[in-house]
């Protein structure tokens, strides 16, 4: 399968823990982008990178997230502290240089803070 | 930042109808505007797009028309089939900014 891949799928977490979720993108996609999604709402832009700089960061990205891309390649997202509120699909997508607005979501990784 | 609104947030057909999903959006830098198809539990898929330099697009059953004057695209699906039946996200891209910006969806009932 050559399409944007996500690990883990699902992870249940009791909450004041950390989580890491990783993305692989499409194979020679420069662009990577993280997307929250909860019930019954459209996935919302968290933040963008470019190669392995981080472009674009959404106010929703509070200080308990980080994310890093350090060669380019794949992705991972840490939420420090979880709170029930991080609670949603946590969705990557990626996106080539020559259409770079056209991106190709990953099955996302489901998260529940209990 | 952009706002987008969708319209309707449900609409039930029977097979073979028509459909139409209109998303209106505030940003008049936006350039970008795509539909996406979400199954449930799923992955939103990319199913049709369109840039600004175009009024519309055509891919075998779904078209996509955009207005710019008026600031909204349009989703059109012909020849309803059960399969569908999903929710739909329109989420337009402004100029020099990659991330996508999603309506609230529309979830399609198509009635066999």
């Known amino acids: 399968d050559t399409g944007v891949s996500q690990d883990p799928r699902h992870k249940i977490t009791k909450r004041g823990q950390n989580v890491t979720f990783r993305c692989d993108p499409i194979?020679?996609?420069?662009?990577l982008y993280w997307y929250r999604q909860t019930l019954g709402q459209g996935p919302e832009f968290l933040t963008y990178?470019?190669?392995?700089?981080?472009?674009?960061k959404s106010r929703l990205l509070s200080d308990r997230f980080s994310a890093e891309r350090p060669k380019g390649s794949f992705s991972t997202l840490e939420i420090q502290r979880t709170e029930q509120g991080d609670s949603a699909m946590y969705l990557c997508?990626?996106?080539?240089?020559?259409?770079?607005?056209?991106?190709?979501f990953g099955p996302g990784t489901r998260l529940l803070v209990l | 930042g952009e706002n987008v609104e969708q319209h309707p947030s449900t609409l039930s057909v029977q097979e073979g109808d028509s459909a139409v999903i209109k998303c209106t959006y505030s940003d008049s830098a936006s350039n970008y505007f795509p539909w996406y198809k979400q199954e449930l539990g799923k992955r939103p898929q990319l199913i049709i797009d369109i840039r600004s330099n175009v009024g519309e697009k055509k891919d075998q059953r779904i078209a996509v028309t955009l207005n710019k004057t008026a600031k909204h695209f349009s989703l059109h699906i012909t020849e309803t089939q059960p399969e569908d039946s999903a929710v739909y996200f329109c989420?337009?891209?402004?100029?020099?900014?990659?991330?996508?910006?999603f309506g609230k969806g529309t979830k399609l009932s198509v009635i066999p």
């Open positions: 997508a990626s996106s080539s240089g020559r259409a770079a607005e056209t991106q190709y």
């Open positions: 989420a337009p891209s402004g100029a020099g900014s990659y991330q996508l910006t």
């Open positions: 990178f470019q190669n392995e700089a981080q472009l674009e």
């Open positions: 194979s020679e996609h420069n662009r």
